[in-house]
């Protein structure tokens, strides 16, 4: 599935290449678990790969087919799975790759089920893993091993919005057979593309951005090359964490608007930044669109917009913070991100609550950080409500 020359906005409408033969414009939902044959001979092509035919929805379904090519072709990768949550593709990836005895190098920011899942599950099959700051390529170097089977990054990072080298990691990680993963799920591919960067394997929570209407969960793998795309889908087909018809149409759907949502999005997210960071109840703000964030010059190489995500620490560390989100009435108080309404929550006792305390220190998730998912609302109501809460602290 090579990308078209069809502008971005262009093929989030018109991509995915169904013809539905009734001639609906959208793809219909096919919400059915099993497809018939026209016969016995038929049936035994479908079977054997020598049709294209359907069979079973766990196996493909034009609604579900529909947005795995779409997205696949907004990342410019080979092919796209589509999964039943953001952590059902995360396993997707462990599962393919990992194994007794192998290892996985991560950001020690990374988010806390998808590290969570390994020291609770994985680990008891014998599966290692090395959890360390990425954004520095020495640490990285030094956390290879012999046995490293999987790089699996986020970056942005969740919730330090730490960026990571691409690039670099990946030539480093390619130079010793190692695949690389880039969990895209801050960014959406319509800000940055990890496959372009160097990366093997790229996946998002679609219940974020790609959905972006709070109102699904999903997840999806997109393989950068044939291989790796048939290895992941055989596994995803055995373990039998498919997406649902009409979880899909609902996400193809939101998927239409993904280009001015995130650019409405972050555009509120540059004034509430500078907002945040001109406050003086508050200590820091890391938000790749300004120049304080020590990564800025290489979030301009690897995204082409500095997105929605942000976080940000008061100066009266866990209590300010937990008054500011007490007295917000405009801004949710909830956890997810990359909906249409600007979402605030805690990740020190939400999102990351089960990562061990050592661990969370190291990787920079501060009882004071505070995270901000931006909506495309007007800004000037988001900086108004964050203003009269802060005035609370």
């Known amino acids: 599935m090579k990308p078209n020359k069809q502008g971005f906005n262009s093929r989030l409408i018109h991509g995915g290449g169904h013809k539905d033969p009734l001639g609906s414009v959208i793809t219909p939902i096919y919400q059915t678990s099993t497809f018939s044959f026209e016969s016995a001979e038929e049936g035994a092509k479908c079977f054997a790969g020598e049709s294209d035919g359907y069979i079973y929805t766990r196996l493909g379904n034009p609604t579900i087919n529909d947005l795995e090519r779409t997205v696949a072709d907004l990342e410019n990768g080979f092919g796209g799975i589509a999964t039943s949550s953001g952590m059902s593709a995360v396993n997707l990836v462990y599962q393919t790759f990992l194994g007794a005895g192998k290892h996985i190098v991560s950001h020690n920011a990374v988010y806390g089920s998808s590290r969570g899942v390994i020291e609770s599950v994985y ?73 372009d960067l160097g990366a093997d394997i790229v996946l998002h929570s679609m219940t ?38 009409h979880q899909a149409y609902l996400t193809r759907r939101g998927l239409k608007t993904l280009g001015i949502r995130v650019e409405r999005a972050q555009q509120n997210a540059i004034k509430v930044a500078e907002f945040l960071e001109s406050h003086p109840k508050v200590g820091w703000v890391m938000y790749p669109g300004l120049k304080s964030h020590p990564q800025y010059e290489l979030a301009k190489t690897m995204m082409s917009g500095p997105g929605a995500m942000m976080s940000f620490g008061l100066k009266g560390g866990l209590e300010a913070g937990r008054k500011l989100m007490n007295n917000v009435h405009f801004c949710v108080l909830a956890v997810s991100l990359g909906g249409i309404e600007t979402l605030i929550e805690h990740p020190a006792s939400m999102t990351h609550s089960k990562v061990p305390a050592e661990a969370k220190k190291e990787g920079g998730i501060t009882d004071d950080l505070v995270r901000l998912s931006i909506g495309i609302e007007d800004a000037e109501d988001i900086i108004a409500d964050l203003r009269q809460a802060l005035e609370k602290v």
Do not use: W
Not at 222 to 238: F, H, Q, S
């Open 123 to 195: 680990a008891q099959f014998g599966v290692e893993a090395s959890y360390i700051d990425t954004t520095d390529i020495e640490n990285v170097k030094k956390a290879i091993r012999s046995n490293t089977a999987l790089i699996y990054l986020e970056t942005p990072a969740n919730p330090t919005i730490g960026i990571s080298d691409v690039p670099t990691i990946c030539k480093l990680a390619h130079s010793h057979n190692i695949p690389v993963c880039v969990d895209n799920t801050f960014c959406s591919p319509y800000i940055q593309k990890p496959l």
């Open 208 to 245: 974020k951005f790609i959905n972006g209407h709070a109102d699904i969960v999903g997840g999806i793998v997109i393989a950068g090359t044939e291989d790796l795309y048939k290895k992941m889908r055989t596994v995803m087909i055995n373990v039998g964490s498919n997406m649902d018809p």
